[in-house]
Each structure stands twice: as structure tokens, then as C-alpha cells.
């Protein structure tokens, strides 16, 4: 079997994603001919069929979707290795680029990561924060699109390796005039009596807490939800429901919007983060170093 090639990969993946090898060659600016070409050669060379060639476009085979899943890694790993070389052309030492979940973003996790970059051993570390679901985390995290995740560590990590990060508070946030405000504790299944503020995301804590309404025999009533934590603040605050939410983000704003913070007794209330990655060998050494700093910083 010949050596596979970058442009072979990209223009197969080019061509599944888009379903028409006329738009991929499009997308990559060559002519038709030429990506049909390339891709007939490639099936030679695996001695696979790869794609299934329709009337209106192509799908790709069993085959191909094993090539297509690994071939979206081999690509990520080699734009990252170039991009890392080029860093260093550039004066940057490195660059991270770290997944994080919304609730994190949201908490510690970016005065931690500026807290690094602002030490002058770190001034020529670029780090990258973008914020996805817990199963995208581990999903690019594993194929290589990310080099370390920020989630909760009730997420299954298929396999990736991990070091403990910070912890959080779920509590349920009212309006001082709420009938639960005067608590100074209660118990998510007390709070499954009133209306409710969610975030329209499918987050890992949203599955988890219509779970456990349905097994205490109910489920949560959503009065309305919303995009995002501040969003809900204001929504609790015109008094049109409570939201759970962790303690942490509420901070200072509890007194602005006029809002009372009780938390959650229930014991997985009490979340801890974890920082995962594939392989601790294979971090470059500005990863290894964020890494380091902020499993240290969860310890102060």
C-alpha cells in the first residue's frame, strides 16, 4: 500500500462533507476531473471502495467512514504542527488550544489561564479558550482538534487521562421574594415545585438534572430558557422562575439583581472539574506547562 498523502485526505474529506465532488473541488479550488482522479487513485491505493457515487452527489462506504473520522485527526494534527512550527518563526514559544465547558469559561477557568500567560516565562505561550459540550471536548480532545478539556468529572473520558481541576456549588437562584428565598439549604427535589429558567444548551448538568427529576417521579417545568448563565440572572430577577446554576458564577451579582443563592444539599451538587488530554508524553511543553499551572492553581 502507497504512502497516504495530506491532499488525498483533505480533498476526500472535502468531498463526504460537502456530499458532491463538484463542490468540493470547489471548496479546494481544482478542477472536477482532477479531485475525481485523485480519489479513484486513492481507493486504488487502499483497495477499498471509499465512496458511493449517486445520482446527486457521493456518501462514503463503512470504509470510508472509518477513513473519513481518522483522516479529520491526521489533518488537525498536521495544521496544529504547522501551525506550532510557524509559531516559532514568529517569536511565540507555543500555543494551546483548550476546550473548556460553558460552566468553566464562566467560573475560574479564565483568570487561571491569564493568571499563566501573564508570567514573563509564559509571555511568548499564546492560549486559545473556546467553549463546546463535554462530549465534543473528549470527542476533539481524542481526534486531536484540541490538546486539553476543561469538563466535569462525571463525564465519561473514553479512555483520555486527566488531572483534577477546580470545584464548584450547584444552587438554586431566586428571587428574594421567592417561597424557597428563605431557605438556607434545600434540596433539588425541593425546588421541582416551581417553574424553572434553563439554558437551551444540552449540557452535561442539564441531562443530569432532568435524570434525576425523573427518578425522584417528576420532571423539571421550564417556565422559559435561555441562551447563556447572565441571561438567566436577569430572567430570575424579573421573578419569572429560579434557575440551577453554580454559586460561583452568580458571585457579586446576587446583590445587583436583587437575587438570593441557596445551595443545593444534594450530594452531587458538589461538582469537581477535571483537565483531560490524550497523553501526557505527547503534550507539547506549553501545554505541559498550562497543564501544570493549572492543576497547581486548583490546589491554592
Avoid at 472536477?32 to 452527489?57: C, F, I, N, W, Y
Wanted: glycine share 4%; proline share 3%; hydrophobic share 45%.
Amino acid at each position: 500500500m502507497k504512502d497516504l498523502d495530506l491532499t488525498s485526505l483533505r480533498y476526500f474529506v472535502a468531498a463526504c462533507e460537502t456530499g458532491n465532488i463538484t463542490r468540493a473541488a470547489e471548496q479546494e479550488s481544482i478542477v472536477t476531473s482532477a479531485m475525481s482522479k485523485r480519489l479513484t487513485q486513492l481507493e486504488h491505493d487502499l483497495g477499498v471502495p471509499l465512496l458511493q457515487r449517486q445520482r446527486r452527489g457521493v456518501r462514503p462506504t463503512p470504509a470510508g467512514e472509518m477513513l473519513l473520522e481518522q483522516s479529520r485527526s491526521i489533518l488537525s494534527s498536521a495544521a496544529r504542527i504547522a501551525q506550532d512550527i510557524a509559531s516559532f518563526g514568529s517569536g511565540v514559544r507555543g500555543q494551546v488550544r483548550l476546550l473548556a465547558t460553558v460552566s468553566s469559561i464562566a467560573e475560574s477557568l479564565p483568570d487561571d489561564v491569564a493568571a499563566f500567560m501573564k508570567k514573563p516565562a509564559h509571555r511568548e505561550i499564546q492560549v486559545d479558550i473556546e467553549e463546546a459540550f463535554s462530549r465534543d471536548i473528549v470527542r476533539r480532545v481524542k481526534e486531536g482538534s484540541a490538546v486539553l478539556g476543561v469538563l466535569w468529572d462525571a463525564t465519561d473520558l473514553d479512555g483520555l487521562r486527566s488531572v483534577a481541576y477546580r470545584a464548584d456549588q450547584l444552587a438554586v437562584v431566586t428571587h428574594i421574594s421567592h417561597p424557597l428565598a428563605s431557605r438556607k439549604r434545600c434540596s433539588f427535589a425541593d425546588t421541582l415545585e416551581y417553574e424553572h429558567i434553563g439554558l437551551q444548551a444540552p449540557s452535561a448538568v442539564n441531562v443530569m438534572l432532568a435524570r434525576t427529576a425523573a427518578v425522584a417521579g417528576k420532571q423539571i417545568v421550564y417556565r422559559t430558557q435561555v441562551s447563556n448563565f447572565q441571561a438567566s440572572l436577569r430572567v430570575v430577577s424579573a421573578n419569572l422562575g429560579i434557575s440551577i446554576m453554580p454559586r460561583e458564577v452568580v458571585g457579586a451579582s446576587a446583590e445587583t439583581f436583587g437575587l438570593k443563592v441557596i445551595p443545593l444539599q444534594d450530594v452531587w451538587a458538589k461538582r469537581r472539574f477535571n483537565i483531560c488530554f490524550r497523553d501526557l508524553d505527547r503534550l507539547s511543553k506549553a501545554a505541559r506547562m498550562l497543564l501544570d499551572d493549572l492543576a497547581a492553581a486548583a490546589k491554592r
